[in-house]
C-alpha cells in the first residue's frame, strides 16, 4: 500500500511539473488575462485625445454609472445612460441623443478597465446608430481638471 502511494505521488508530482513547463514555455499557450479584442480597442479613447475632442467641437457625455454614484459627481452636462436603467433613461433622453447624431459620443464609468462604458458604447452604436462612440480609457474624474468645466 505504501509503495503505491508513493508511485501515485510521484505520478502526480510529474504531472504537475509538465503542466508548470508547459504553461511558461508552450509556443501556442493561452493568455493568463483578459485580452481586448480589436473593436473594444477601436474605440478606445485616453484622456488627453478627449480633451482634444472637446477643444475641437461638442461632445456628449454618457455617464454609464449607476444612478447613485452619478448623482454624487459627475461630469458636467453628461448624462446617465446604464444598463440597469436602460429603458427609461433611454426614454428621459431621448431628444439629447438624438440631437446627438453626428456629434462625438464619450461613455465613461468608475475607470479604464470598467466594461459598463464598453455595454453602453456598444448599445449606443447598435441599438440608436450614433456614430462615433468612444469609451474613455482612464479615470473620468482627471477629465474634469483637463476640460474647461466641472461637474458637480
Given amino acids: 500500500m505504501k509503495g503505491t502511494l508513493r ?16 504553461v511558461v514555455f508552450h509556443p501556442m499557450r493561452p493568455p493568463w488575462y483578459r485580452v481586448t479584442s480589436p473593436e473594444e480597442l477601436r474605440w478606445q479613447i485616453d484622456l ?24 454624487k459627481a459627475h461630469l458636467e452636462n453628461a448624462i446617465l445612460l446604464n444598463a440597469g436603467e436602460w429603458a427609461d433613461l433611454m426614454f428621459q433622453h431621448l431628444d439629447i441623443l438624438q440631437d446627438a447624431m453626428g456629434k462625438t459620443v464619450v461613455v465613461y ?21 450614433l456614430d462615433p462612440v468612444y469609451v474613455l480609457k482612464g479615470e473620468w474624474t482627471e477629465m474634469k481638471s483637463m476640460i474647461s468645466g466641472s461637474g458637480e
Fill in 48 to 71: 488627453p485625445v478627449a480633451a482634444a475632442l472637446v477643444q475641437e467641437g461638442e461632445v456628449l457625455w454618457v455617464d454609464a454609472r449607476s444612478r447613485e454614484k452619478y448623482e
Fill in 7 to 22: 508511485q501515485v505521488s510521484l505520478i502526480i508530482a510529474i504531472s504537475l511539473a509538465a503542466f508548470a513547463l508547459s
Fill in 109 to 129: 464609468c468608475d475607470s479604464g478597465e470598467c466594461q459598463k462604458s464598453n455595454n453602453v458604447a456598444s448599445r449606443l452604436r447598435e441599438l440608436v446608430g
